[in-house]
């Protein structure tokens, strides 16, 4: 009999999931095993050379994906891992060298892999998913939020108030201070003014960003300190709320928030750094190997550069340049987009802004606000969409992505990819996406798919406006609100997200707000206009599959095979079987471990 060497590291998981000592008999039994422990065979047989591992998973319940995707009625396909008893998972264990997958199978298997130095891991019955991708947040905003004043979840002024002042009490007077997260959907029809601000907090200019940044609110000294006045110019697309003595109330709108959001100093290149590394490593924490950022300008860009350079990017970063960065887009049309995918920081899309929002009734519609007759949103040139230029973009080799949420944004958006389409067909291959996709006409539904567009979709989104939602809309254009279900069945691809900050980013919130079309309090009961319902499996692929294929990474990433990058996520509960079973408690999913490249940049199994 011969035994593995004792230097090699086993980890046994602790806590809830841990088995005691007959979780440690289990795993030497299995090294046993894998060293060879049963009879000798009868004839000499040529050994096996095998690459040593570095990080081998072992007694996992693993979701390797590599089957056929479900059809576009959510069927799973003949060949996934579901029979009559349900979902169960295709494999139990990983074994991963110089950042790639070496081998997936079973524990016994995995462990031929290790050597001296592996690093052994048991998973103790819990979950691996090929690794999570946000594919549109903002990073640099989430890190902000983090740094600054936290305004998400807070219900009204007084509360947002409270905690302007309790920051004042650790600021020097006649410094900024900058909050950012009230809801400016929720609070449309209840919009704040400056009155209890600038009474409460008169020494220090603030401004208060809003959840998804189509609203800003501040103080007099905010608005003194950018100059604004009854008289100020407002720029196309925007509104400065006035009050009875018409003076400006501190509430601006839409393409009006750069009024006074200009007027914030900027922050240093190391508070840039900083912001950015804090909200990369909360993705981390919550199972992201990558995110696709969406809409930087020249200085973000910069700083993640030199953060590649020095190898402290800790997951991977899809850029996503702004469009209304003009001296930015120019200089990377010169150069073309990146040619690989390898990198740790990846530059080949053009963000763009077409219309406003929802909330603050800035998305542009067919027809008039069901709440607001005469008015129907902004967009195109009056909300600062350079045709021309996302033309050269698309002309130059980039993928375009282009933010749309109305009816009538979503359509002009469309014609204008499907135009260029038509005068240069070589740029229809790019896998153009169309940001939110938020509120599609019945007759532009099938149009993605036709023109292979992406619909780039925010599951969380649903579920935070279907408050007001259907009030802005009426009862029949939100049929074509938030519609998955209605975009699979015609043949359009899509990717889910979270475009933090503006909505939690908890992988466990989205997968329950795609899954079952309900809020974190379970409500309504069966579901917000529930036949928009996408599957488990639907809703894992649209963070993982469906994300690497937006971003031509398919081939790297979004399954668990040999030769693919060693991304991963581990989480405590199997969002499969959850969903079949128990659905309300996929909110009650944890993270556990995140793999970047076979490096474990987030373990949280004994937190």
């Excluded at 606000?369 to 949103?377: I, P, T, V």
């Excluded at 509960?573 to 128990?582: E, K």
Aim: hydrophobic letters at 40%; charged letters at 25%.
């Amino acid at each position: 009999m011969r035994l593995l060497p004792m230097a090699k590291t086993l980890e046994i998981l602790r806590g809830p999931c841990s088995h005691g000592p007959m979780k440690l008999l289990k795993t030497l039994l299995l090294l046993c095993l894998a060293s060879g422990c049963a009879e000798e065979p009868a004839e000499p047989v040529e050994p096996v050379v095998l690459r040593d591992a570095s990080l081998v998973l072992i007694n996992g319940r693993v979701y390797t994906l590599d089957w056929q995707e479900p059809g576009p009625d959510g069927t799973a396909a003949p060949g996934a891992p579901r029979d009559a008893g349900g979902w169960h998972p295709d494999a139990q264990a990983v074994a991963i060298r110089d950042g790639d997958i070496l081998f997936v199978g079973s524990s016994v298997e995995a462990m031929r892999f290790a050597g001296d130095e592996t690093r052994v891991v048991d998973l103790a019955g819990t979950t691996v998913v090929p690794g999570l991708v946000d594919s549109h947040t903002h990073v640099f905003g989430l890190g902000a939020l983090l740094d600054q004043v936290n305004l998400v979840g807070v219900d009204t002024e007084e509360e947002a108030v409270e905690l302007i002042v309790e920051r004042a009490k650790t600021v020097p007077k006649g410094e900024w201070i900058v909050g950012r997260g009230w809801d400016e959907g929720a609070w449309a029809n209840r919009y704040p003014d400056k009155a209890l601000l600038t009474a409460r907090v008169p020494d220090h200019p603030v401004f208060m960003d809003s959840l998804h940044g189509f609203a800003g609110w501040g103080n007099q000294r905010a608005l003194d300190e950018a100059g604004i006045s009854a008289e100020s110019a407002v720029p196309v697309g925007g509104e400065m709320r006035l009050g009875s003595d018409g003076q400006p109330t501190g509430l601006f709108l839409n393409q009006a928030v750069g009024m006074l959001s200009s007027a914030v100093p900027e922050p240093s290149r190391e508070t840039l750094a900083k912001q950015v590394l804090l909200g990369l490593r909360q993705m981390a924490a919550d199972g992201y190997t990558a995110v696709h950022d969406a809409g930087l300008d020249s200085r973000q860009m910069s700083v993640l550069e030199e953060l590649e350079a020095q190898d402290r990017l800790p997951i991977r970063v899809y850029a996503m340049l702004s469009l209304r960065d003009e001296d930015l887009i120019r200089k990377w049309i010169a150069k073309g987009p990146d040619s690989d995918t390898d990198g740790m920081l990846v530059t080949r899309t053009v963000k763009a802004y077409y219309d406003g929002a929802l909330g603050s009734r800035g998305a542009r519609l067919l027809y008039d606000y069901s709440d607001k007759a005469g008015h129907r949103g902004v967009s195109g040139d009056d909300y600062g969409f350079n045709e021309a230029l996302n033309a050269e973009a698309m002309k130059a080799g980039f993928q375009v992505a282009i933010h749309a949420i109305g009816d009538a944004g979503n359509r002009e958006a469309l014609d204008i990819l499907e135009a260029v389409f038509e005068e240069d067909p070589a740029t229809a291959a790019n896998r153009h996406r169309i940001e939110h996709a938020q509120v599609l006409s019945p007759e532009d539904i099938p149009r993605l798919g036709r023109l292979g567009i992406i619909a780039s979709m925010e599951p969380p989104h649903a579920m935070e406006d279907k408050a007001w939602a259907e009030q802005r809309l009426g009862p029949e254009r939100i049929l074509g609100a938030y519609a998955w279900r209605s975009l699979r069945e015609t043949g359009a691809r899509l990717t889910f997200n979270s475009d933090n900050p503006g909505s939690d980013h908890d992988i466990f919130y989205g997968l329950h707000s795609a899954i079952t079309r309900r809020d974190k309090q379970g409500e309504p009961e069966g579901g917000w206009y529930p036949d928009q319902r996408v599957t488990a499996e639907e809703a894992v692929r649209a963070y993982t599959t469906w994300s690497a294929y937006a971003s031509f990474r398919e081939d790297q990433s979004g399954v668990i095979e040999p030769g693919r990058w060693a991304d991963l996520t581990v989480m405590n509960i199997d969002p499969f079987v959850v969903a079949d079973q128990r659905p309300g408690r996929l909110l009650d999913g944890k993270i556990l471990m995140t793999i970047v490249g076979g490096e474990v940049v987030y373990d949280g199994r004994r937190q």
